[in-house]
């Protein structure tokens, strides 16, 4: 039975059927029960294991392990020894104060782990004996056959033989601001897959599906999948000790020290001159006892406190009040770019149509505030202002199966995109003017979508609007739109047309081509838009400050190289033309004097994964930095915790974000992070 552990690297380039020989199983007709009470016992439940919590009063006795605490209990004793019953007390109540505190603050922070179980659903629709039930999701097995629907949540990490228009929400693990687009080949034969981007026939414990159905079986389950490699990571590491506690530790061992030697010292003076030892001990003590501070403990406290509670009337939350004095000591500060720097709202910043006429879009978001004007000459588009860029907006808006209500999007990324940016040309009342009476779904296959409609106020006839890749598009057309009238399409302006789009992708765009016609077998190319995930309002300005103070900034993200780089240009993370990037595979193929010895010079980490944080983090501790993460999703958690300061977002975040960070940006505003770093450090 030890065969059927299968890596879902490994599963990704096999054909579904030797993967169905390698486990065992059948996708049609899935297990039998004794497979699975077999298998059960093999490879246990389906479930990310917590260890067994301390009992409360033993997490409340390891609050005294600290050097200074004990020297202050020995003084406590001592003062009671000697008669000083007034030292005693106040000295005690100063440690049953600071003690109480740090242990609330650390009991709230431990549920990281928690967490994460949460992301594991109930239940899942499984076939088992030829049968589709429902089952306990903990009850999976490897080989048992799942199918998924729209809103549902993986329950393990699933090799696909089935996907119809399958889409999956993989943000929080990935950090990809675009739904993956899911099929079933082993297209990744042959590939040396470094990134869990590239798993695209697999879909992973914990992520959501968003759009279509599909079929796959379990190839990893609990511990085994490609979340419990981020549970396991999570369990390996340690919060480390902020700069303040390693310095009162230092200086509680240091106070034992001195105590001791005066201790000794006076005692050997006083006996050398002929006083008695009992005499001179007392004496001894008193003043080793005198000289420690105990109010020091308290003092520190009652500050953080202070410290904590002006930062919550700034919208900050604050776990551990030791962060409070570790956020003005920060030396790098590692931003997730999704939901961190940028919105994660995909957004349409640029439209160039088919006559060459170019517009800029303004507004970021699912918010209609904003608008559109031409490149050229600055004039605005509103309606059928401009009639080339206004075709494109209104085709972009009539084939389109998603909506957005109130800024709430419903529906894929790059469709609310659209069905924005025709409310900012004050179009998006062709939606309710044409019918749709036919609709071709996007599919990986083809890559574009198409609906035949028509004006139900006009007796136009039916057309069809086609959106989609760029050189799928123009494969499919063979005329082009210019000033009103169509032309031919030859070589030379496909050559055009596909140089805008590449000079929109340089830029980081995702880039959208648009067609229409009365037949989809002789369509006519209108134009493309370019769409961004945008940087976070006032982002920029506080990078540059937080920079100017000495700080470094560095993005970390799981997107690719060209989005990296654009969203990095815009945030002046890096100039132009001149950004020192490193892969995640490249972080692979490092040691870790490689790393440390360029780390310093470099802005940008694409396709990272949640190992790769963490590599970063440590190697920049290593060489002595105090690090401040950021992040939102599942695969910031690991490094959230190793940090010497997690930041996690408010709104956007994940549960396991918040609980495996130090403190919590109510309002995702990361300008936050540079206010409350000049507080601390003023």
């Known amino acids: 039975m030890a065969e059927e552990v299968l890596s879902t690297r490994v599963a990704a380039k096999m054909p579904i059927e030797e993967v169905q020989r390698w486990l065992k199983t059948d996708a049609l007709n899935g297990l039998s029960e004794m497979d699975v009470r077999a298998r059960s016992a093999l490879h246990g439940f389906n479930e990310l294991l917590v260890e067994e919590k301390e009992p409360v009063y033993k997490k409340y006795i390891d609050q005294f392990k600290n050097p200074l605490i004990l020297l202050l209990l020995a003084s406590a004793a001592i003062s009671v020894l000697t008669g000083q019953l007034d030292d005693a007390v106040s000295i005690t109540v100063a440690i049953l104060i600071v003690v109480t505190v740090a242990f609330v603050q650390e009991y709230r922070s431990e549920k990281s782990l928690e967490e994460l179980n949460k992301l594991v659903p109930h239940v899942c629709s499984c076939i088992r004996d030829s049968c589709e039930r429902q089952i306990f999701a903990r009850d999976l097995v490897p080989g048992d056959v799942v199918t998924l629907n729209s809103g549902d949540r993986v329950p393990a990490d699933i090799r696909l033989f089935e996907a119809v228009e399958l889409e999956i929400d993989e943000s929080s693990f990935t950090g990809e601001t675009v739904p993956a687009r899911k099929w079933t080949s082993q297209s990744t034969v042959g590939l040396d897959l470094k990134s869990v981007n590239d798993l695209k026939n697999i879909v992973f414990m914990g992520t959501l599906v968003q759009r279509g159905r599909g079929k796959g079986i379990v190839i990893g389950t609990g511990h085994n999948s490609e979340f ?231 007796s136009s006839p039916a057309v069809y609007y086609v959106k989609g890749a760029t050189d799928r598009i123009l494969a499919m057309c063979s005329s082009y739109l210019k000033n009103g009238q169509t032309k031919q399409l030859d070589l030379a302006s496909v050559e055009i047309f596909q140089n805008d789009a590449k000079r929109m992708a340089s830029g980081g765009l995702r880039v959208i081509a648009f067609a229409q016609g009365l037949t989809m077998g002789d369509l006519v190319y209108v134009g493309m838009v370019g769409l961004l995930d945008p940087p976070r309002a006032g982002v920029r300005e506080s990078v540059e400050t937080v920079r100017s103070t000495g700080v470094q900034v560095k993005m970390i993200t799981g997107d690719a190289l060209e989005t990296a780089t654009a969203v990095a240009e815009r945030l002046c993370l890096c100039e132009s033309g001149n950004n020192f990037a490193l892969s995640g595979e490249q972080l692979d193929q490092m040691n870790t004097v490689d790393l440390e010895r360029v780390i310093g010079n470099v802005s940008i980490f694409y396709r990272a994964s949640p190992k790769h944080k963490l590599k970063i983090v440590k190697s920049l501790q290593d060489l002595g930095h105090v690090v401040a993460m950021t992040g939102d999703g599942v695969n910031d958690a690991v490094a959230l915790k190793k940090a010497d300061i997690g930041i996690a977002m408010g709104t956007t975040g994940t549960d396991v974000s918040k609980e495996a960070a130090d403190m919590i940006l109510i309002t995702d505003d990361f300008s936050s992070i540079r206010s409350k770093s000049i507080d601390c450090c003023s």
């Open 228 to 458: 419990g490699d981020v549970f396991g990571l999570m369990k390996a590491e340690a919060s480390p000790k902020t700069p303040l506690q390693k310095s009162m530790d230092h200086l509680g061992k240091q106070l034992s020290f001195y105590s001791f030697a005066i201790i000794i010292f006076i005692f050997l003076i006083g006996v050398i001159c002929g006083r008695k030892p009992l005499e001179m001990f007392t004496i001894a003590v008193s003043l080793a006892v005198a000289a420690i501070p105990e109010g020091l403990p308290i003092v520190v406290t009652v500050t953080l406190a202070l410290g904590v509670t002006r930062m919550a009337r700034r919208r900050v939350i604050v776990k551990k009040l030791p962060t409070v004095e570790t956020l003005g000591c920060v030396s790098v500060i590692c931003c997730d770019k999704t939901g961190t720097l940028t919105k994660n709202e995909m957004t349409a910043v640029h439209v160039i149509a088919s006559d060459g006429t170019e517009a800029e879009v303004f507004g970021v978001g699912y918010s209609d505030a904003g608008g559109l004007c031409t490149v050229r000459n600055g004039e605005a588009v509103i309606g059928n202002s401009h009639p080339s860029i206004s075709r494109i907006i209104q085709i972009g808006c009539v084939c389109n199966s998603s909506t957005v209500v109130n800024g709430e999007l419903r529906g894929q990324p790059t469709e609310g995109a659209l069905i924005v940016l025709a409310k900012k040309a004050k179009l998006f009342h062709v939606r309710e003017e044409y019918k749709i009476t036919e609709e071709m779904p996007f599919s990986s296959e083809t890559k574009w979508m198409a609906v035949r409609c028509y004006c139900a106020a006009t």
